[in-house]
């Protein structure tokens, strides 16, 4: 096939289930004609009760399992070649969706970002390497958004009326700066004196997943 493109990815269902398809377009020589076809095939077979997307991760729910994954591939200058499901996590819920995805750096099918979930009234995180923080938490902020682009970023959850501070650097790692019960104006100061970072003056209402 030459000039080969790929045009997208689409859920589709046969007898009730859902899979994917993978839409693509390719010029070809007939007598002496070039024409462009356009072609589908599945990519995931229709197996899923449900199937929900936010650019670029995929959830995938059956019976009483979901699976979180993300597509992969290789660019070239016609579109994307070996295009692969890749899952990065699994757990036990049918009421689960994904919440938001927070994107510093996208390119077609690969991605640095990650992505809040939900299984049932609980959150957590996942990204493209795997980074998982379990779906254990009752709400979580994604704030100062501005060090996703250089040093780090800082969630903010609730569990049991408690915050905790965690990091989210470069390296894609995540780690805990502190546990406070208590309001978000102290936690402000307590991380500024901690970590150098000034936080937001509020919770902006577009950055929350849940109950904050």
């Known amino acids: 096939m030459g000039d080969l493109n790929f045009d997208g990815i689409e859920v ?3 007898e009730n289930k859902k899979g994917l398809i993978l839409k693509y377009s390719y010029l070809k020589s007939v007598e002496n004609k070039s024409d462009r076809f356009h072609e589908e095939e599945w990519i995931v077979s229709p197996e899923y009760s449900n199937i929900t997307m936010s650019n670029p991760y995929y959830m995938f729910v059956k019976d009483d399992n979901y699976q979180i994954g993300y597509f992969s591939g290789t660019e070239n200058f016609t579109g994307i070649e070996n295009v692969k499901l890749k899952y990065l996590y699994e757990g036990q819920g049918r009421e689960v ?4 995805v927070i994107d510093y750096h996208f ?3 690969y991605t640095n970002s990650i992505c809040g979930f939900n299984a049932g009234s609980k959150y957590g995180l996942v990204d493209f390497t795997g980074l998982v923080m379990k779906p254990i938490y009752d709400g979580i902020a994604f704030i100062s ?3 996703l682009n250089s040093e780090l970023s800082i969630i903010i959850t ?3 009326k408690r915050y905790m501070a965690y990091t989210y650097n470069t390296s894609r790692k995540i780690e805990k700066i ?3 019960s208590t309001n978000y104006s102290s936690v402000k100061k307590k991380v500024l004196k901690k970590t ?3 936080l937001s003056e509020d919770i902006r209402e577009s950055d929350i997943i849940g109950k904050l």
Do not use: P
Not at 97 to 100: A, D, F, H, L
């Open 145 to 147: 958004q501005e060090y």
């Open 158 to 160: 609730k569990k049991n």
């Open 12 to 14: 589709m269902e046969s």
């Open 196 to 198: 150098g970072i000034n």
């Open 97 to 100: 969706n994904i919440s938001k």
């Open 178 to 180: 502190g546990l406070f």
């Open 107 to 109: 390119s077609k099918l």
